[in-house]
């Protein structure tokens, strides 16, 4: 699999420290609200890498942190007048609710940064005791970013060009206005943990190097997040890590690309901001996992009500699909072998095409030729060569988190019987009681579908 890394600007081959083994780190939340449609690509994205990498039989151990301390997380707080950690654990549970509307799987670890404050002040000392951190006069601890000779190697930007655009605000007291807080001393009425330095809180860069480092060690694999984060955010983490560890931090880096509302990027001041919540209310949640898997995950995406009534209408046909499967399987009587040799082209297309730095627009196309391959010959195939088909359907769409909704539970009885007499009334041309039946089958939700294999069931 080769992945584009943003650290080398190029398409590197994607290979572990570990064969068979892939450590990931990805930014998660800060919990102060409900997750927007942009803050849940990356959480789609790169759960579809996990699943990827699991796919092709890797072990994936993958940490996403909760940042459950943080300036709006106080403000918050402020106005709600009550604490911090309130607000965290409140719009923490949303996020989750949200991930498993959204089809994401569960982290290996979901670690929270005031619940790793040792691991924080420990790579704050180590950054202190070489150097590369200070102490200001105000307890504040700052990383000198001019004595680290590799600063800016991931955003691609020289030193000078990076300090056009610094500045010290109210209240720092920095040596160079490059640098950036570590360690923050607590002002009057705000959370605060003792440290050497005085009582304060973690900068929010310091957050994610402990978290890795506590968790995936000093050198990881892979680590993930929007575009946006790439400065200061990832850059600054960097910084931390390989000089308070003295060794790479990350061998590759992957970025997301924006998310954009109707060509307009989005913001509250132009009212085009729109909660995962919002929007799951209105069509559900797959299809806004449909959505933003639905490009390559570089590239601009542009959200619209058009789009994602689309979407929900393609995962409508995959869903058709595979409840024909499960009806052909039910009245199988053809020998055909077809679909065992195109569920196998299937999957080296759709492996060709996550293997290329994750495309999963390409992915997904390949899905959809499937179906239609699927659709054209489920009729005249054998039982074994339909399950074939069906094993590798669900293999693949589960790969991209998709068709999780689908209701495999046994038509009841009464209903059966319900499409027995239909059949019945129908041959004797009963047509009030056959209409009777429908619209009986329509309030407990299902349609038949007349087929030339018999009547189709199929919950609505």
Known sequence: MKIFNTLTRQKDEFIPIKEGEYRIYVCGPTVYNFIHVGNARPVCVFDTLRRYLEFLGNKVYYVSNITDIDDKIIKKANEEGTTYDVIARRYEQEYFTDCRGLNVKPATVHPRATEHIDEILAITKDLVDKGFAYVANNGDVYFRAHKDHDYGKLSHQPLEDLEAGARISVGEIKEDPMDFAVWKSSKPGEPAWASPYGPGRPGWHIECSAMARRHLGDTIDLHCGGVDLVFPHHENEIAQSECANGCTFANYWMHNGFLNIDNHKMSKSLNNFFTVRDVAEQVGYE??????????????????????????????????????????????????????????????????????????????????????????????????????????????????????????????????????????????????????????????????????????????
Request: hydrophobic share 40%.
């Open 287 to 460: 299809p806004i996992r449909f959505f933003l898997i639905s490009g390559h995950y570089r590239s601009p995406l542009n959200y619209t009500k058009e789009v994602i009534e689309s979407c929900k209408a393609s995962l409508e046909r995959l869903y058709t699909c595979r409840n024909n499967l499960d009806f052909a399987m039910g009245n199988a009587s053809g020998e055909g072998k077809e679909l065992i040799a195109k569920a196998e082209a299937a999957k080296a297309k759709f492996i060709d095409a996550m293997d290329d730095d994750l495309n999963t627009a390409d992915a997904i196309a390949a899905v959809f030729e499937f179906a239609r391959e699927i659709n054209t010959l489920s009729a005249s195939e054998s039982k074994e060569s339909l399950q074939a088909a069906a094993d590798m359907f669900d293999s693949l769409t589960g790969v991209l988190g998709l068709l999780y909704n689908r209701n495999t539970d046994d038509v009841p009885e009464h209903v059966k019987s319900l499409v027995a007499e239909r059949t019945e009334v129908r041959k004797a041309k009963n047509w009030a009681r056959a209409d009777a039946i429908r619209d009986e089958l329509a309030s407990l939700g299902y349609v038949v579908e007349d087929t030339a294999s018999g009547p189709k069931i199929v919950r609505k």
